[in-house]
């Protein structure tokens, strides 16, 4: 019986867990999936996706710095994709068609309240960086109905931006946008969306932001503290996490949009700690 294929397409990508992520997962499921990593020419993303289907591919995962392409390349979106303006899951329907999700914010959501048991509810948020993976999980990080969730960005402008797209969905959430050193009193939940810690910098935040009770969550993740969260825990935040999870996470969800089965994200994410 030959293997369904899958793949994900980045530049580059040979760092890219997602082929032993998912491979684990068909291991797991007992699906006949086989799944690769495409790096596609900067130039030539367009081309890259439609060659892939057209050999017969079933579906493709979408990394940097491809997803607003993957979004504008689509005939149809799901409603997270088009709020999302990016797409990382890609995949045709039963007429052809190119259909693009982003599962990125459920994966941020499902880590946070399932694996690191944080509830967002009612509290205050407090999310760093106004680019594209932060306008990917805004929408589902609004459908928990924190108390309060404040952009905080180098440019106020760009934050101001997104704050305006998804004022809709802020149903019983008080949501503002601010510069990075106006954030001030302590939050609940501290996520840093910056692609700062990949540099080895820091978004200029003060001390203050974090308490003892402060959990904080690098959207990025590293083999120990990223530097984000090596700050972070000098000031005393009372729980770290990476995007470890979030990885894992948003790849189940892109396994259950392709093939209707929800894989246990645990045991995956156990072996990538620890391997």
Same mark, same amino acid.
């Given at each position: 019986?030959?293997?369904?294929?899958?793949?994900?397409?980045?530049?580059?990508?040979?760092?890219?867990?997602?082929?032993?992520?998912?491979?684990?997962?068909?291991?797991?499921?007992?699906?006949?999936?086989?799944?690769?990593?495409?790096?596609?020419?900067?130039?030539?993303?367009?081309?890259?996706?439609?060659?892939?289907?057209?050999?017969?591919?079933? =579906?493709?995962?979408?990394?940097?710095?491809?997803?607003?392409?993957?979004?504008?390349?689509?005939?149809?979106?799901?409603?997270?994709?088009?709020?999302?303006? /990016? /797409?990382?899951?890609?995949?045709?329907?039963?007429?052809?068609?190119?259909?693009?999700?982003?599962?990125?914010?459920?994966?941020?959501?499902?880590?946070?309240?399932?694996?690191? =048991? #944080?509830?967002?509810? =009612?509290?205050?948020?407090?999310?760093?960086?106004?680019? =594209?993976?932060?306008?990917?999980?805004?929408?589902?990080?609004?459908?928990?109905?924190?108390?309060?969730?404040?952009?905080?960005?180098?440019? #106020?402008?760009?934050?101001?931006?997104?704050?305006?797209?998804?004022?809709?969905?802020?149903?019983?959430?008080?949501?503002?946008?601010?510069?990075?050193?106006?954030?001030?009193?302590?939050?609940?939940?501290?996520?840093?969306?910056?692609?700062?810690?990949?540099?080895?910098?820091?978004?200029?935040?003060?001390?203050?932001?974090?308490?003892?009770?402060?959990?904080?969550?690098?959207?990025?993740?590293?083999?120990?503290?990223?530097?984000?969260?090596?700050?972070?825990?000098?000031?005393?935040?009372?729980?770290?996490?990476?995007?470890?999870?979030?990885?894992?996470?948003?790849?189940?969800?892109?396994?259950?949009?392709?093939?209707?089965?929800?894989?246990?994200?645990?045991? #995956?994410?156990?072996?990538?700690?620890?391997?």
């Amino acid at each position: 019986m030959n293997n369904d294929l899958y793949a994900v397409v980045g530049n580059p990508i040979s760092h890219s867990k997602s082929p032993r992520i998912h491979s684990l997962f068909a291991a797991q499921t007992g699906e006949a999936v086989e799944y690769t990593a495409i790096q596609a020419p900067l130039e030539e993303f367009a081309e890259t996706v439609r060659e892939f289907f057209a050999k017969g591919g079933k =579906g493709l995962n979408v990394t940097v710095p491809f997803k607003e392409q993957a979004w504008s390349l689509a005939d149809r979106r799901s409603e997270r994709a088009e709020k999302a303006g /990016a /797409a990382n899951t890609l995949y045709q329907d039963e007429q052809g068609r190119l259909v693009a999700d982003n599962t990125d914010g459920v994966g941020l959501v499902t880590d946070l309240k399932v694996n690191a =048991g #944080v509830s967002l509810s =009612g509290g205050r948020v407090l999310v760093l960086g106004a680019g =594209g993976a932060v306008r990917g999980v805004l929408g589902p990080l609004l459908a928990e109905n924190p108390g309060e969730l404040v952009v905080a960005n180098r440019t #106020v402008i760009k934050a101001d931006g997104l704050v305006s797209l998804f004022r809709p969905q802020a149903v019983a959430t008080e949501l503002s946008a601010c510069g990075f050193e106006a954030a001030t009193d302590p939050f609940d939940v501290i996520i840093n969306g910056t692609s700062a810690s990949l540099q080895g910098d820091l978004p200029p935040v003060p001390a203050g932001v974090i308490s003892p009770e402060t959990v904080v969550y690098d959207m990025m993740y590293a083999a120990g503290d990223t530097p984000f969260n090596a700050w972070a825990r000098g000031q005393g935040a009372g729980k770290v996490l990476d995007g470890l999870g979030m990885l894992v996470e948003q790849a189940a969800e892109s396994f259950r949009v392709w093939r209707g089965v929800k894989p246990e994200t645990a045991p #995956v994410i156990e072996e990538l700690r620890n391997h």
